[in-house]
């Protein structure tokens, strides 16, 4: 089991932000930014390349489900990342979406 189906099985902690039967959205352990959280599909997918036309609406209800975390914790201005890939930073092969806040990203994309 990849350590993100751990956290979902809840055989490692994590901090919970958000969950439902298809998404879990905990704080990053290493936080890049004030608010830092990642959202996972419950299912595991190695990454957003892994979405397809029979599992699309995941996808959409993962961002959805981002946009309600951000609105819960009353930021309006936030920054979704996926990471695909050891070179574009992926470290951990489950499916996430980095929702990052709490800071001025104006000047700089990466
Ligand atoms: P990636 O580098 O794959 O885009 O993002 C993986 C993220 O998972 C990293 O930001 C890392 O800090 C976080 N992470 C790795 N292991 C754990 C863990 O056990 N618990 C939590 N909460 N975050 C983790
Ligand atoms: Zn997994």
């Known amino acids: 089991m ?3 189906c751990k956290i ?5 902690p994590s901090k919970k932000a958000y969950e439902d ?9 290493n936080p890049l930014a004030p608010i830092h959280i990642l959202v996972i599909p419950k ?5 957003a390349a892994g979405i397809n036309e029979t599992n699309e609406a995941l996808a959409g209800h993962m961002i959805a489900a981002a ?3 951000a609105n819960e914790l009353g930021i309006s ?3 979704l990342i996926s990471n695909i890939g050891p070179t574009a ?3 951990v092969e ?5 929702l990052i806040g709490g800071v001025d990203m104006s000047k700089r994309m990466l």
Do not use: M, N, P, W
């Open 89 to 91: 930073g992926q470290t």
């Open 8 to 12: 979902v099985a809840g055989e490692i």
């Open 94 to 98: 489950h499916f996430h979406i980095h």
């Open 43 to 47: 299912e595991h997918i190695r990454s």
């Open 67 to 69: 946009a309600k975390i």
């Open 21 to 29: 039967d298809k998404v879990l959205a905990f704080y990053d352990i």
């Open 77 to 79: 201005d936030y920054r």
């Open 2 to 4: 990849c350590i993100f």
